[in-house]
Structure formats: C-alpha cells, structure tokens
C-alpha cells in the first residue's frame, strides 16, 4: 500500500529557531500534500494544502510567513516552522493523495519548542 | 468551507455493549466520508469510508451510515472490546481533491 514517510518523529528546538519536518512519498506520487496540527486532546486542524510546484494555500489564521511549504517535487513536501515559540508546540502530521492513491498520513512530529 | 461537527466528545461503554458516534457536515458537495481511529501520539487509521452513492457500509463489528439528505453519517461499532477504546474522528472532503477536514473527535472508553 500507499507509504509516506515523515521525519523527524520528534524534535526540541529552542525557542526563535527554526524546525524543518519531511514528508516523503515512498511509492507513488503525491500531488497535493495536506498539513494538519493537532494539539493535545484537540481534532486535527489543516493548516495549508500544497500541490506539486505551485504556491501552497493556507487555511485562515494560519500565517503562510511563519510556516513554509515546499512542494517542489512529487516525492517531497516540507513543511518548516520558523522563528518557532513554545505556542508553536503541537503534533504536525502530513497527508499526501497522488492519482488512484487515496489520503495516506505521514506518522507525524512532536515538536516541542523550550 | 466544510464543517464537521461531531457527538459525543465522550462514550463510555461495557465491553460487549454497542457504540455509536454520529456527525453532520455541513459542504452538500462532500462526497467522501472515512472515520479514523487514532491512538496518542500516532498516525489517524482508517477504519471504514463510505462514499455518497452508498447508505450503508459494513465491515464486521463495524458499520457506517449516511443520510445525504440530512448530511449525517454515524460510526457503529457493535460488540464492543477494551481494545477499540481510542479517539475515533469523523471526516469529510470533495474526493477529487480537497482536504479532509475532521470532527473533534469522541474518545471511546471500553470497560471488561
């Protein structure tokens, strides 16, 4: 079946610097790639929904200048957390759909911001 | 933009007993509409999915039922185990594209 990777599974950063997280399609093609936040006890919340080499489309109330997707390939898609605060502390979990493939999660990171 | 709304946010029930959790949808052009189990710190899993050709969808203990018409779809789990004890999400979105956007998620308690 549908495989995508995500990396890392868990990350401390210090507070102000950056976190990059990694989402890989291992066997097929991901077209669109969603990111999703997920905070403790709460639903999963998209964040922005980005397809290969276009600009990403972010949900509103989500800055598109703290949070930066790159989808530059149908294989890689990127999600990096900057200037990261201890706000920005949550569970990012990718979710990448390709042609005949259906939505397949990532198996998300545990940012933890000190 | 699709809104899910999700009840309840908590079940507790005895092991054998039967579970439902039901939501509504608010987007008439969803036309797809999984429910997810997920466990702490882990990827959601897909249990069952129904599109919106179909009413009724079973899969063992496992069954979903949609109403169009009303836009509700409810999760029923029969037979209930301490292992099914999780959050269980509702989910919908346009197939052909549009993301999945989920319910706030009921946690199911399953007491032997």
């Known amino acids: 079946g549908a495989v995508v990777s995500q990396h890392p599974s868990r990350v401390i950063c210090k507070s102000g610097t950056s976190v990059k997280i990694e989402c890989r399609s291992l066997d097929f093609q991901a077209t669109t790639m969603f990111w999703y936040r997920q905070f403790p006890k709460q639903s999963l919340m998209l964040m922005a929904t980005?397809?290969?080499?276009?600009?990403?489309?972010?949900e509103q109330g989500v800055e598109k200048d703290k949070f930066l997707i790159n989808h530059a390939s149908l294989t890689l898609s990127t999600l990096t957390v900057t200037s990261a605060h201890p706000e920005d502390s949550s569970f990012y979990i990718c979710?990448?759909?390709?042609?005949?493939?259906?939505?397949?999660f990532g198996s998300g990171t545990r940012l933890t911001v000190v | 933009g699709e809104n899910v709304e999700q009840h309840p946010s908590t079940l507790s029930v005895q092991e054998g007993d039967s579970a439902v959790i039901k939501c509504t949808y608010s987007d008439s052009a969803s036309n797809y509409f999984p429910w997810y189990k997920q466990e702490l710190g882990k990827r959601p899993q897909l249990i069952i999915d129904i599109r919106s050709n179909v009413g009724e969808k079973k899969d063992q203990r496992i069954a979903v039922t949609l109403n169009k018409t009303a836009k509700h779809f409810s999760l029923h789990i029969t037979e209930t185990q301490p292992e099914d004890s999780a959050v269980y999400f509702c989910?919908?979105?346009?197939?052909?594209?549009?993301?999945?956007?989920f319910g706030k998620g009921t946690t199911l308690s399953v007491s032997s």
């Open positions: 989910a919908a979105s346009i197939e052909a594209g549009t993301a999945l956007i």
């Open positions: 980005s397809n290969e080499g276009s600009k990403a489309t972010y």
């Open positions: 979710s990448a759909r390709g042609a005949g493939y259906g939505y397949t």
